[in-house]
């Protein structure tokens, strides 16, 4: 998320340290002034250091979640590659090469480790190069930045028409040959360009699906994303050419290639498309254009993965389609999954909370016609509500949505002043509008009633979004002492997040008292409720430690 600073007096509330007397010794005599100051300081210090291990931590363990999940998904991609009419047809052709390289000894065996290899550094250094290309600080800009995701938008429309049918992207034939020309030559240089065709000449095959990971690994922030998603996209692709040329009696139990390869081609097309409208949501969030509210993306789902179910079962033909004389078992059976889906997702135009899908959907607060937030407030919750909640509209309030109808803050200094008012700790929620984990969590575990009672009534919320591009007023725009231009709301927000805690990642959940100190060490996304009404309740313990 883009970083950033806040400015004069407020940076320096914010940099204030914990403090606690819970774990203060006092002896029978009383101790002067100087010694209590002194046990306390020294107390304090500890503990903002134990907090801060702590929060690097978090952050380091929610970034290698991050990464795992990039490498599955390119394992995935890699598997799904596999069973592309560009690449499929050349599994036994290729193994067949080795095979017979295999008369003296194991020298099949050592080509085949060789071609696989150099698949996989083929794509790694593709990954390392984005890397390079974009850096870490624009890596992880991408994921908010508005021209970016509507560019990947369009890209994954591109993606997803090519894989339709519409057209083939293919890269200039004169490389394949050049290449196919080099991999002539004799040892393992031959092998490696060998790869290298294969990588060039299923371009038109592989780009959609490379591109589509590079894109979501780009989009994390993660600085090894693109590698380690290029790593799992590779060695998945890499996997059947090795394991079939030590096996070569696997590749009988291969099914004969088809018109069932372009109709894999095809269902990817339908996900791509419906995957590229997530960052057009993006978008319209992070700059409050509300055209693409819940309801419009859960049509176009419905609408998308409708004509998926009704090709896979025949209904629906495209002209590069062969003749479907009968729908095999595993065809029927992924299009009962697929209208399944399609009926599971209908009544999320009612706002059905669809927790399976949340974290891919607009907020629910975006959803005009919406029958289940409303049964979320529980008549404690509403009588809290309406005795002791500010009342007054919150700045920032007409540009953001309330989630489950709670009442949040959208600015620190005002949130921290009501908080101190009421005398009541605050939970302060780093959040963006591109954030997946996010909206899951505002679907899935705030609304379980003991977590949102705690919430509603026990704490102040503040929700800041580090991502958000409307820009400040321009008596609060300032630079930083780095040298950067403090522009947006999203700039403060983010800036607030690094400064103080040192992190970027998002959702993060931060318990403070009235006063700006740190109850107790800030947590991430965690889907368990069990977990998470704990971490809770930890807050609400040290603060009333705190003011006893």
């Not at 591109?211 to 090894?224: K, N, Y």
């Not at 209908?346 to 907020?363: E, M, R």
């Not at 780095?482 to 959940?509: C, V």
Request: proline content about 5%; overall charge neutral; glycine content about 6%.
């Amino acid at each position: 998320m883009t970083l950033s600073l806040i400015a004069g007096n407020t940076v320096r509330a914010y940099s204030q340290d914990t403090v606690s007397t819970a774990d203060v010794q006092f002896s029978s005599a009383a101790p002067d002034t100087a010694t209590i100051k002194s046990v306390k300081t020294a107390d304090t210090d500890k503990q903002a250091i134990v907090k801060e291990d702590v929060v690097k931590a978090k952050t380091k363990a929610e970034e290698k979640k991050s990464l795992w999940a990039i490498f599955i998904a390119g394992l995935i991609g890699g598997f799904a590659a596999v069973l592309m009419p560009c690449i499929f047809p050349m599994l036994p052709m290729t193994v067949s090469y080795f095979i017979k390289s295999g008369e003296k000894g194991s020298r099949g065996i050592g080509k085949a480790l060789c071609y696989g290899l150099s698949i996989i550094v083929i794509y790694v250094v593709l990954g390392l190069i984005v890397t390079v290309i974009f850096g870490p600080s624009a890596l992880n800009n991408l994921s908010t930045n508005g021209i970016f995701n509507f560019l990947f938008f369009m890209m994954l429309v591109v993606f997803a028409a090519s894989f339709l049918g519409a057209f083939d992207i293919t890269l200039p034939s004169s490389w394949g040959n050049k290449m196919d020309q080099q991999s002539d030559k004799s040892g393992m240089s031959g092998i490696f360009f060998m790869a290298a065709t294969l990588a060039l000449v299923s371009f038109s095959c592989t780009g959609p699906i490379v591109g589509s990971l590079l894109v979501q690994a780009a989009t994390t922030g993660a600085l090894l994303g693109p590698v380690i998603g290029m790593f799992g996209f590779s060695l998945a692709l890499s996997i059947p050419f090795v394991l079939f040329a030590l096996f070569p009696g696997m590749m009988q139990s291969l099914p004969k290639s088809g018109g069932w390869l372009n109709s894999v081609k095809v269902v990817l097309g339908f996900l791509e498309l419906a995957l590229s409208l997530k960052f057009l949501s993006n978008v319209d969030l992070a700059y409050h254009w509300k055209l693409f509210d819940r309801e419009v993306f859960l049509v176009l789902w419905i609408v998308i993965f409708a004509l998926m179910g009704l090709y896979l079962l025949g209904k629906l033909k495209f002209n590069h389609d062969s003749p479907l004389l009968y729908i095999p078992v595993p065809r029927l059976f992924l299009a009962i999954i697929t209208l399944a889906f399609t009926v599971y997702i209908v009544p999320g135009l009612w706002g059905a909370p669809l927790k399976f899908i949340s974290a891919l959907l607009p907020p629910q607060s975006t959803q005009d016609f919406d029958l289940y937030t409303a049964t979320l407030n529980n008549s404690d919750a509403q009588t809290y509500n309406l005795a002791i909640a500010d009342q007054k509209p919150h700045k920032y309030s007409n540009l953001f949505d309330k989630p489950a109808r709670l009442n949040p803050y959208f600015d620190y200094d005002e949130g921290m002043a009501y908080a101190a008012k009421v005398k009541k700790p605050v939970m302060i929620d780093f959040t963006g509008h591109a954030c997946v984990n996010c909206r899951k969590m505002e679907a899935n575990v705030w609304p379980d009633k003991e977590v949102y009672q705690r919430i509603s009534q026990h704490y102040v919320l503040i929700q800041l979004y580090v991502d958000d591009k409307t820009d400040l007023a321009e008596a609060e725009q300032f630079i930083t002492p780095q040298g950067r231009h403090i522009k947006t709301i999203g700039d403060k927000w983010s800036d607030l997040e690094t400064l103080k805690f040192e992190a970027n990642s998002q959702p993060f959940y931060v318990l403070l008292d009235n006063t700006g100190n740190l109850l107790v060490p800030p947590s991430g996304a965690d889907y368990d409720p069990v977990s998470y009404l704990k971490f809770l309740d930890s807050g609400l313990q040290a603060y009333d430690k705190i003011v006893k």
